[in-house]
């Protein structure tokens, strides 16, 4: 499964844009344990990638093997067919966002971000020139003289993404840079990342494990889990056709229902669970069964049996959870499989006001097949 994602990868790199930067099998070991599995994996020029994965991943092993903090146990990276593995950090000439900020605390905002100019020797005006639209660009105008600590969490940020942009990197590399912030401040910086990227147009490398955040900024998505690439895709690939349960299981809700007796139908695959025929899209690989996932948000529930309904199920609602604008419903099948259903509140009401039993729908180009055990 890891190679048939990292080809995936390569192949979308590859078809939407220039590959700057290459990782061919990639391995790290720290000692008898294996942080990075022959990972390889195309960074299209100008894409913003996130590498998403749960702690422990090999995510951040692999940003620091980037950024030439790390040094791989195997394998090589090239940038533009040179080969960069055995250059320093400063070599590379990376930019670099950390999750504690890493600013100057003795210095003021404009001193901390004309330091990697200072450090490349630039002019003094072109320094006062480059600081001062770098100030103007995430929103600091008035802060330039303030120390770090006289600054706001979000604002610190700014001053990091500043500093990291300001001497014009050809790629900019961060390592859950807002994991210290409140929920608020966190969707602020979000979108303001997001806006730079797209004004700078430089690579973005983005380190986190938060599946909403990945969704919302990446171009492309790279899930990682024991050291090994899963999958590589758009945030839209990944979340609905992910490649293996994990994946799937990851990026938010799925319900999986078990199939047996798979067969080919109407250009898809069908199997059954418990009295019901249920059926795919795709040419998956036929077997003795898998499971159908579903997330829960594109499925319906109806009081009596719809007959325009490829898929169709009975149940009974085991308990709701009011979320304002939407309403999760937990549900039983007659088999006795869990599912949980997401819909807007208005609609769940006028669902559930025949009572707990209920039938439970969802188009067929929504559904995806995985291998497991039936």
Same mark, same amino acid.
């Given at each position: ?24 099998? $990639? ?8 942080? +990075? ?89 072109? $320094? ?36 990291? +942009? ?56 790279? $899930? ?29 809700? $799925? ?120």
């Amino acid at each position: 499964m890891a190679q048939s994602a990292q080809a995936a990868g390569r192949k979308t790199a590859a078809g939407n844009m220039a590959a700057e930067i290459r990782a061919e099998g $990639i391995g790290k070991s720290f000692g008898t344990f294996r942080a +990075l599995k022959d990972l390889s994996l195309d960074i299209g020029r100008g894409e913003f990638l996130t590498l998403l994965g749960p702690s422990g991943s090999g995510k951040t092993t692999f940003l620091m093997i980037l950024a030439g903090f790390e040094k791989p146990s195997s394998g090589r990276l090239t940038r533009d067919g040179v080969d960069i593995t055995a250059m320093s950090a400063e070599q590379r000439a990376f930019g670099m966002v950390f999750q504690g900020y890493a600013l100057f605390p003795h210095m003021s905002v404009e001193e901390n971000i004309a330091f990697p100019l200072h450090i490349r020797k630039i002019a003094r005006e072109e $320094i006062r020139r480059r600081v001062g639209e770098m100030v103007k660009r995430v929103g600091l105008g008035g802060h330039e003289r303030k120390l770090p600590a006289k600054l706001s969490g979000g604002q610190q940020q700014r001053v990091a993404l500043a500093r990291a +942009l300001v001497f014009e990197p050809p790629v900019l590399l961060l390592d859950e840079p807002f994991s210290a912030l409140d929920k608020h401040l966190r969707g602020l910086m979000q979108e303001e990342v997001k806006r730079l990227h797209q004004e700078f147009g430089t690579t973005f490398v983005f380190v986190t494990h938060d599946q909403s955040e990945a969704l919302s900024l990446s171009s492309r998505v790279a $899930i990682f889990n024991h050291g090994e690439l899963l999958q590589v895709g758009s945030p839209q690939d990944v979340y609905e056709r992910p490649a293996n349960r994990f994946v799937s299981e990851f990026l938010g809700e $799925i319900n999986l229902l078990p199939l047996q007796e798979l067969g080919r139908a109407g250009g898809g695959v069908s199997g059954r669970c418990g009295d019901a025929r249920l059926e795919v899209p795709g040419d998956a690989a036929i077997g003795a069964g898998g499971l159908l996932a579903i997330r829960p948000e594109h499925m319906e529930l109806s009081g009596a049996p719809r007959t325009d309904a490829v898929n169709c199920l009975a149940g009974t609602v085991t308990g709701t959870t009011y979320l304002g604008p939407a309403t999760r419903i937990a549900l039983a099948t007659a088999g006795g499989v869990a599912l949980t259903l997401t819909m807007p509140t208005e609609r769940a009401a006028l669902a559930l006001r025949e009572g707990p039993d209920v039938w439970i729908t969802w188009p067929r180009d929504k559904g995806f097949l995985l291998p497991g055990e039936p």
